[in-house]
Structures are given as structure tokens and as C-alpha cells.
């Protein structure tokens, strides 16, 4: 079933548009990854589902919480459903966290406002939802300043304020990226295990194909506003057909490919992100593909039905050019 | 070994190196008795998690930290501390942090920064025409030469770390997590370009990660470090196929490959 629709979205910040025509959705319990590089807008999408965006930003098209339209909705209204209904993760957990509040009395805030639990009823909560995400004594752990924890730790309770009030849908936003490689590999399995649990959908957004590839049933690849191929993980990752994902997946697999030389040069994306509002118009990967034409000169339209993709010169499903 | 020639003598010799932070009422040791030599030429990979001491080791080998014990020995001459040793071994000794936001002065341009170290260490020499050369040798335009760290990318600004690193024509780099900020596209470009220089150079390598792909490729010697100490020291070969230390298993096992 459809939890999460976004249809046609635009979005643009003082005008600028940084994301065009963006349309996917994320079923119930779903595990959605959106990856791409710094500056494909992945990071803003989130911010558009999450009714967070700057000042001065102006959206069109729709985002659809199961019957519930949140573009265009009021303040009063998204505040009620984040935390409760949506709930997000950020990169960064210690600016993430306030700085002043012990952690057991923040991860209770969230089940105090939404769910009207008093306070000591919130704290004890949250010493059982800091159990659950592996702290070893949630009772004294619960009294600590963010300070006090480690990134690993502090992402935990990140996770802990997300799933507080069985959220339908998280949105993790490069939830590992500041952390060493042990505790993503933890970080990761917690996520997926605790919204498994509660048939909570995930949208996992990330640089990193291998980490998406390694939590999400279903991939989709964004670049200059839009997203340009979607597909099952195994699909994507096997049979990519635009050449962006190929480039992707060549850099990816760059380190972890045995036969390269060591020390030798891996393999990159030739040229370099384009600033914000500064993408080509027509196929903004123009300039960067190896498959560019005259016909680039206009937008791509999407391709396919359950793979899809959006570009003019595709590489077909079977093995070529791979 | 007293007196070593010059050039038989390792590069750097750590002995017995420990590193405690901290004062009277509670300290952390983030070194515990470290033994470990580095030769020129060698391209040597340091991993670890957080907490390890991995960061505190680079401080050491660039001497920007004193050790709280033990001796470090820099072709065979403990570290130097007078100011004109000092700026000699800067010279010869260079690094690249991590964070390249936080690395650069966001009032110099990229050309004043790449030519800070040419006029600190007092190096004679055409600063314009040496900041260009060294521009090109990091794959950026010349005409970044004018910008300011605000308008570049976070790769571009780690090449631009690295250039100010080479600047003084160092005959050893330490990398400090110096791709751990970056984007795995833009990663695999600044390795790219961190590779291709050293080969170039002939530079002596000193790459610290906590990601061991990244060390699997650009070193030819892993030192595991783990709760400050050295666990694991080997050929990189042999770390990647046949680890020994538990803690070197789990960092492997870590690693999130495509299948």
C-alpha cells in the first residue's frame, strides 16, 4: 500500500530551482535509498517531506502522507505529525541534539508532546527506548549530556527519538556518514531492525551505493534536482541502464575490486558536481556523459515502469557496456 | 644503534611513545608504549576507529604535539624543538587534516593559502609561478588561484590542502582522514591525485583512515592501531587475507561492499 506519494514536485530557493519534477513513492514498510552526490538535492527532498525547508523556498506539486496532502500544509499541522507520523535523522548528531538537555529528558520531550505523557511516565520510556537501541545501562545512561557519548552513541539515541512514537515512515539523512566504518555497520543494523519491527517504512539517503545497497530493497539514483533511474537494489546494482548509476556503481566498486592495482588510479566520474542552479538545461548530466547527443539538449523523459529511467541514450538491461 | 648514518636510518623511529591528554584528576591515555618504524619510500596505512589514537599519532609525527613519554626519531635526531630545527623538519614533514572547512583560512584565497608555508619556512623562491605549478598538479584551474575556500567544493579544498602541503616540496606527507569528509565519487578523485603526486614525488606516506578499503589501496603496509595501541603490523597483503587480530576482523568485516 502507497504510504508516501510525491508527485511532481518543484522546488525552488530565491529562485533558484533545485529540484525538478521529482515523483516516487515509498510503500508501508517499504525500505526506500536515495543516493547521489553533494548537491543532487537528496537532502532537500527530505527537508520537502518534512515541511522544514528555508524561507523563501517555494514548492509545487504534491507529497501525499497516506489521504493527508503536506504541501501547503499549516505550521500547526506539520508539527503534529513530525515526530509522530514522520520522523527524521540527521547527519550531524551533535548539533542535532540539544546541547543542554540530558538525553533520557529530550528522547521523552517527543512523547510528552505527541503521545501527552507526563514526565515521569516520558523518562521511563525513554530509558526502555534506550535499551532497546543497545545502550548497556539506559538508566544511567539516561542522565548524560549529549557531550558525554560517543558519535556512535549519540546517533543511537537519534534513532531512539525517531521510532519514540512508531512513526509511519523515517527519514534517514547520511545517518553514518560522520561515523567510523564498525559503528555504521552497527548504526545500519539497529535502523533496519527497529523499523522492521514495527512495519515503519525507511528512506535512507546516503552518497554511499554500498551502504543503500546493504539496507533498502529498492534504489533510486538522483542528479541535478531529479531522480534518473529507480529499480530494486538488485536490479540497479546488477543492470543499470543510466550512465550516471554506472559511473556511480564504477566508483563504488573502484576500492573493493581485488584486481585493480593497488595504488593505481580508480575509477571516477569525470567533471564535477555543477552549483546549484547551474546544471544545463535539457539532461542536467550533460558534460559529464560518455553517451551525450544532440538530442540531450532536451529534458529525458522516464522510461520504464518498475526500472525506471530518464535518459535518451539508456544502456540496455543486458550486459552491454557493463 | 647509536649514531646511525644518515642514510641507512629509518625515517621516523617511535619508541616506547605514549600519549596521555588530560590533567590531575582525569586523563585519557590515547598511547600506549608505541614501537614502530617508518622507512623512506614506504606508503604506510594507518587504521582505527575513533578513540584509537590514530589522529594523535599524525600530531606526533609532525611534531605539533610532544609525546608524554618515550623518544621519536627523525632520521636518527630526536624531534627537534629549537625554531629553527623546527622549521627545517617542516620543511621535510607535511600533513593534510581531515576536514577541509575547517583547515583553510576563510580570508586568504586559495592562493595566499597554498603560499603561506613558502613564506613561513622562509623558502626562497617565485611564489606566484610555484602556487600555479602546484594549482595544475592538483587538477585545479589556475584561475581558483583568486577564489576563497566558500566557493569551492569540499574536494576541491582538500586538493588545495594538499597543494599547500606540498608546497614546500616536503619529502613526507601524513594524511590524516584526509578523504573521510568527502563524497565516495569525489573521494576516489582526491586519492587519485594523492596517489599520482607521491609516485611523482617519491614522497614517504603516512595515510590515516578508519576506512579500510581506502588504506587496502593506497599503502603498502597496514598498522592496525586499537585503544592506543599497535595491534596489528604487516604488509597490506597479509592484513587483508590473513588478519590475526580480532579487532582487525571486525574492521573488515565492517566494510559495506556492493555484492
Redesign the interface.
Known amino acids: 500500500m502507497t504510504l508516501l506519494e510525491v508527485r511532481n514536485v518543484h522546488l525552488a530557493i530565491g529562485g533558484v530551482e533545485l529540484i525538478r519534477d521529482l515523483s516516487f513513492s515509498i510503500d508501508t514498510a517499504q525500505r526506500l535509498g536515495l543516493i547521489g552526490e553533494s548537491g543532487s538535492g537528496k537532502s532537500l527532498a527530505a527537508l520537502a517531506i518534512m515541511g522544514l525547508l528555508p524561507y523563501r523556498s517555494t514548492v509545487s506539486g504534491s507529497i501525499r502522507l497516506s489521504d493527508q496532502e503536506l504541501v501547503g500544509l499549516d505550521e500547526r499541522r506539520y508539527s503534529k505529525l513530525r515526530g509522530d507520523r514522520i520522523a527524521m535523522i540527521f547527519q550531524e548528531p551533535m548539533t542535532s541534539l540539544n546541547p543542554l538537555m540530558r538525553i533520557g529528558k529530550q528522547i521523552g520531550e517527543v512523547l510528552r508532546i505527541h503521545e501527552g505523557l507526563s514526565r515521569p511516565a516520558s523518562y521511563a520510556q525513554a530509558t526502555a527506548l534506550l535499551e532497546r537501541v543497545g545502550f548497556d545501562q539506559p538508566a544511567q545512561q539516561a542522565r548524560a549530556f549529549p557531550h558525554q557519548l560517543s558519535g556512535g552513541q549519540r546517533q543511537r539515541v537519534m534513532i531512539a527519538m525517531a521510532i519514540a512514537c512508531n512513526p509511519d515512515i523515517v527519514l534517514a539523512d547520511e545517518p553514518t556518514t560522520a561515523l567510523d566504518v564498525t559503528v555504521q555497520a552497527q548504526v545500519l543494523d539497529l535502523l533496519a531492525e527497529l523499523t522492521s519491527e514495527h512495519g515503519c517504512a525507511l528512506m535512507l539517503i546516503s552518497h554511499d551505493l554500498a551502504v543503500v545497497a546493504n539496507v533498502c530493497d529498492h534504489i533510486q539514483v538522483m542528479y541535478g534536482g531529479a531522480i534518473v533511474e529507480s529499480a530494486t537494489t538488485s536490479e540497479l546494482t546488477h543492470f543499470a541502464e543510466h550512465p550516471y548509476t554506472r559511473a556511480l556503481l564504477a566508483t563504488s566498486r573502484g576500492l573493493d575490486d581485488l584486481d585493480n592495482e593497488s595504488f593505481g588510479q580508480l575509477p571516477t566520474i569525470a567533471g564535477t558536481v555543477p552549483q546549484a542552479g547551474q546544471f544545463p538545461p535539457g539532461c542536467t548530466y550533460r558534460g559529464r556523459c560518455e553517451r551525450e547527443s544532440y538530442q540531450c539538449q532536451t529534458p529525458p523523459v522516464v522510461t520504464g515502469t518498475t526500472h525506471q529511467v530518464r535518459c535518451w541514450h539508456p544502456y540496455g538491461s543486458s550486459s552491454e557496456g557493463a | 644503534m647509536e649514531n646511525p648514518s644518515y642514510a641507512s636510518a629509518p625515517l621516523f623511529q617511535l619508541r616506547q611513545v605514549s600519549h596521555l591528554y588530560g590533567g590531575r584528576h582525569r586523563s585519557v591515555l590515547a598511547l600506549d608504549n608505541i614501537n614502530l618504524k617508518v622507512d623512506p619510500g614506504e ?1 604506510i596505512g594507518i587504521v582505527g ?3 584509537s589514537g590514530k589522529s594523535t599519532l599524525a600530531r606526533l609525527l609532525v611534531a605539533l604535539v610532544k609525546p608524554s613519554g618515550g623518544e621519536i626519531l627523525f632520521r636518527g635526531q630526536p624531534l627537534p624543538t629549537k625554531r629553527e630545527a623546527l622549521l627545517d623538519f617542516r620543511r621535510q614533514v607535511q600533513i593534510v587534516f581531515q576536514d577541509p572547512f575547517a583547515s583553510l583560512d576563510p580570508r586568504l584565497t586559495i592562493g595566499q593559502s597554498i603560499a603561506e608555508p613558502i613564506h613561513a619556512l622562509g623558502i626562497r623562491e617565485d611564489v606566484p609561478s610555484r602556487v600555479l605549478e602546484l594549482l595544475e598538479a592538483v587538477g585545479l584551474a589556475p584561475s581558483s588561484n583568486a577564489l576563497y575556500p566558500h566557493q569551492l ?4 579544498r582538500q586538493r588545495v590542502s594538499i597543494a599547500r602541503a606540498l608546497a614546500p616540496r616536503p619529502t613526507t606527507l601524513v594524511a590524516d582522514e584526509a578523504v573521510s569528509a568527502l ?4 573521494r ?2 582526491v ?2 591525485v594523492i ?2 603526486l607521491v ?1 611523482e614525488l617519491g614522497l614517504t606516506l603516512v595515510f590515516i583512515s ?5 588504506v ?3 599503502s ?1 603496509r597496514v598498522v592496525v592501531l586499537y585503544r592506543g595501541a599497535i595491534v596489528e603490523d604487516n604488509k ?1 597483503e597479509v592484513v587483508f587475507t590473513n588478519p590475526q587480530h580480532p579487532y582487525t576482523r ?2 573488515l ?7
Do not use: C, K, Y
Open positions: 606508503r576507529e575513533s578513540g567544493s569540499g574536494g576541491q563524497d565516495v565519487s569525489v576516489a578523485q586519492l587519485n596517489a599520482r609516485q578508519h576506512d579500510m578499503s581506502v587496502r589501496h593506497i603498502s597490506t571486525a574492521l568485516a565492517a566494510i559495506p561492499r556492493l555484492r
